[in-house]
């Protein structure tokens, strides 16, 4: 494989991770407080992409041409209101079931998502079709060597990166991520030092879900086009890289999802190397293969905390 | 007037009550205990004054307020902290985090800071071991946690249940010697212990519970050869 087309797995494997993560870190989140899946949260992401465009369109009528005012505007305007539909869905689906059996959680929320993705599908002009992205990253491509990337999706990497340190530092530097921690260890003492623990619920689906809606418009961005089943593939890849890596465990979610996104790569290149009947798009086979190889070798994750936390 | 005043108060789990008309009253800068053997409704008593578990009927009064119907934020942030039966420390967090969990309705940084020096002041082993999982301790060093941790709000008063539970003699007397340094620094404690001769040994005055029910009060030294205690526990 010559260095060119190397790289270009590369760059396209890291984005996927880094796109699968985003969406990991949500799942994992949401169940170290609550100890539920949010099964709406892969189309969470999908109105946080669909949020991306229509204020894209509002920018366009209301003449910003700048792409990079465009582009804030964008990711400022979906992720706050994608961060509101999430503290939305846990304050009226989630927190009232709290003490419901977690099969009604589960099940509310998978409806949730199919009204999300319907909805979207319905009142979005032509929803049923894939919608364009625009392209407000700079084109060209760099290069080191015989190394080159797209400018755009190393902008799209870097920021990614930083969101995800961002998140990692909120966790364990902040206040906020201590009371975060707190509520998942232990929620009754976590209020019995004086924590709000519904607060801490719905800020920590905000923030789950805004990540989500960051992850979209980079899926968006990377694709240059989102359609409104985007969040169930990314919903159910981004679960199986949070029970991969441990579900609970901040850092298993992000390894899980740069795991999974290897997997699909080194599919997509091996597998016709082993046979020319198997045609790349057999990646996303070979890869939930392993992943339900793993968990079955590993049924608490690659990363176990959650059991022994709760011990 | 007491500090707090448990009056009548009805708590029930799933609808049977644990607890039946129990009243109370706690005097400020005393030590206030309350005996009775397992399953006696003390814990549940606790967490009724907590808001964790309310009550449905009765009233619990802290200094003039009804904190019945409050949520426990509220409730802890009127200045009552609570070393939980069990200890409850956070394990996947470092000794310092725990510490700074108990002290999170403070915002002032450098006063967060200054009564974590003097926690470390009480328990020198926790300085020591500062940046140490809590969860990895042994079973003495992680009730110098939860004590330290409780401490770190600086309460008005101190509810602690069971301190001792599961220790060895030797951390057992520094618990208790523990506990009357909190008291001298002006702090109301409310101890739930089962160990009555020591329990009374510190105490100012105490409270009999017997399946969900007052069964007895009076202070300490009283209590101490009082018939009823004899009874709630060896008969
Ligand atoms: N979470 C609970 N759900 C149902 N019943 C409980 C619960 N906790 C305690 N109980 C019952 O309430 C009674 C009093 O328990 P508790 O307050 O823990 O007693 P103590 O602290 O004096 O040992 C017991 O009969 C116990 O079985
Ligand atoms: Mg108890």
């Known amino acids: ?311 | 007037m007491a500090q707090l005043s448990v009056q009548g108060i009805d708590t029930a789990y799933d609808r049977i009550d644990v607890l039946h008309g129990v009243s109370l009253d706690v005097e400020p800068g005393r030590i206030t205990c309350i005996l009775g053997s397992n399953g006696s409704g003390k814990t549940t008593l606790i967490r009724s004054i907590l808001g964790l578990t309310p009550p449905h009927a009765g009233d619990i009064v802290f200094e003039g307020a009804s904190l019945v119907g409050q949520p426990t934020h509220r409730i802890v942030g009127r200045g009552i902290a609570c070393i939980p039966e069990g200890r409850r420390i956070f394990p996947k967090m470092t000794v310092a985090e725990n510490l700074a969990v108990g002290a999170y309705q403070l915002s002032d940084e450098a006063e967060v800071a200054r009564r974590a020096a003097q926690v470390y002041e009480l328990f020198p082993r926790l300085k020591e071991r500062r940046d140490q999982l809590a969860g990895t301790m042994s079973g003495g060093e992680q009730a110098m946690v939860s004590v330290g941790r409780g401490l770190m709000a600086k309460p008005k008063m101190l509810i602690i249940d069971e301190p001792s539970l599961g220790l060895s003699p030797l951390y057992v007397k520094e618990n208790f010697r523990i506990i009357r340094r909190i008291n001298d620094m002006g702090i109301t404690v409310l101890l739930v212990e089962q160990n009555v001769r020591q329990t009374l040994a510190i105490a100012h005055y105490g409270y009999v519970l017997s399946q969900g029910r007052m069964v007895a009060h009076g202070a300490a030294a009283d209590l101490a050869a009082d018939a009823e205690v004899r009874a709630a526990y060896f008969g």
């Open chain 1, 1 to 311: 494989m010559s260095l060119d087309i190397f790289s270009q797995y590369l760059i396209n494997c890291l984005m996927l991770g880094m796109i699968y993560a985003m969406v990991a870190v949500g799942f994992t989140l949401f169940f170290g407080v609550l100890d539920i899946i949010q099964f709406s949260h892969g189309d969470v992401l999908m109105v946080g992409g669909f949020t991306a465009l229509v204020t894209y369109a509002g920018a366009q009528a209301l003449g910003v041409a700048n792409p990079w005012l465009q582009l804030a505007l964008m990711v400022l305007i979906a992720t706050a209101l994608t961060a509101g539909l999430g503290v939305l869905v846990a304050r009226y689906l989630v927190l009232p079931l709290k003490n419901a059996p977690p099969l009604n959680t589960l099940l509310i929320t998978l409806m949730m998502g199919m009204v999300l993705r319907e909805g979207v599908r319905l009142a979005y002009p032509n929803g049923s079709n894939p919608q364009p992205f625009p392209r407000l990253l700079p084109g060209g491509v760099w290069s080191v060597g015989g190394f080159e990337a797209r400018i755009d999706s190393t902008i799209l990497l870097l920021v990614g990166l930083a969101l995800i340190t961002g998140l990692h530092l909120l966790i364990t530097r902040s206040k906020l991520g201590l009371a975060i921690r707190a509520v998942a260890q232990d929620g009754e003492t976590a209020r019995i030092m004086g924590i709000n623990f519904n607060w801490i619920v719905l800020l920590t689906f905000g923030i789950g879900s805004g990540m989500a809606a960051l992850g979209g418009v980079m899926n968006g961005l990377y694709y240059t086009e989102i359609n409104f089943g985007v969040g169930l593939l990314l919903g159910v890849i981004g679960f199986a890289a949070a029970i991969l890596g441990g579900l609970g465990n901040l850092y298993g979610a992000i390894l899980g999802g740069f795991l999974f996104a290897a997997l699909q790569t080194v599919g997509a290149v091996v597998l016709p190397m082993l046979s020319q009947h198997i045609p790349s798009s057999y990646k996303d086979v070979f890869a939930f293969a392993v992943v339900i190889a793993l968990i079955a070798w590993r049924p608490t994750g690659l990363i176990a905390e959650k059991s022994t936390e709760r011990a």
